[in-house]
């Protein structure tokens, strides 16, 4: 995806069953890469987390689990959730305490996300030029960033488009 192109989260009509297999796709080839094991119950939680850009929390995956008659216990979910964000195919939203897939996985960065308050779509921005921006900007008080972690709350265009059409 280039820098400036719309994250897909944010495209009203877009076949979502691509964005799954693309997700997996990824995080293969991520865990090949890395000589991770890519095991059944982690790509089913990643499968899960994917179900939509709306982020889900661990209790929801776990829901689902249930729902199709497999109980893994907790840990073994929190286990693959934890490797998952620890590989970088999923990211976990602090304010929300839930987790979304990763739109850019393989490549180190840290996160922008755009969180629609109304249908609670989440998008990732992974736009260096901010970071760099707040890193400077910091560094001008003496203050050393390591990390940025930024979540902007608002409406998508899909939310958008609607509140105008109602109004
Ligand atoms: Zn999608
Ligand atoms: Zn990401
Ligand atoms: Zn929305």
């Known amino acids: 995806m280039p820098r400036d192109a719309t994250p897909t989260a944010l495209k009203v009509h877009h076949d979502h069953d691509r964005c ?3 997700a997996l796709a990824a995080a293969a ?3 090949r890469e890395l000589g991770a094991r890519f095991t059944p119950l ?3 939680v990643l499968e899960i ?3 939509s850009h709306k982020p889900l929390g661990a209790y929801g995956i776990l829901d689902v689990l249930a729902a199709e008659g497999r109980r893994p216990m907790p840990p ?9 964000v620890a590989k970088g195919l999923v990211h976990r939203i602090p304010s929300l305490n839930a987790f979304i897939g990763c739109t850019r996985p393989g490549r ?16 990732e921005l992974t ?6 921006a707040l890193g400077k900007a910091a560094r001008g008080h003496g203050f050393a960033v390591e990390s940025v972690l930024t979540e902007a709350v608002g409406l998508c265009p899909a939310c958008a488009e609607r509140r105008k059409t109602a109004s």
């Not at 073994?76 to 998952?84: G, I, Q």
């Not at 736009?127 to 760099?132: C, I, V």
């Open 20 to 22: 799954i297999a693309d």
């Open 29 to 31: 080839e991520v865990c």
């Open 42 to 44: 982690r790509r089913r």
């Open 49 to 51: 987390v994917w179900q």
């Open 76 to 84: 073994t979910v929190y286990r693959a959730l934890d490797f998952l």
């Open 108 to 123: 180190r960065h840290d996160g922008q996300y755009l969180i629609c308050h109304n249908c609670g779509t989440v998008a």
């Open 127 to 132: 736009d260096e030029g901010l970071n760099t």
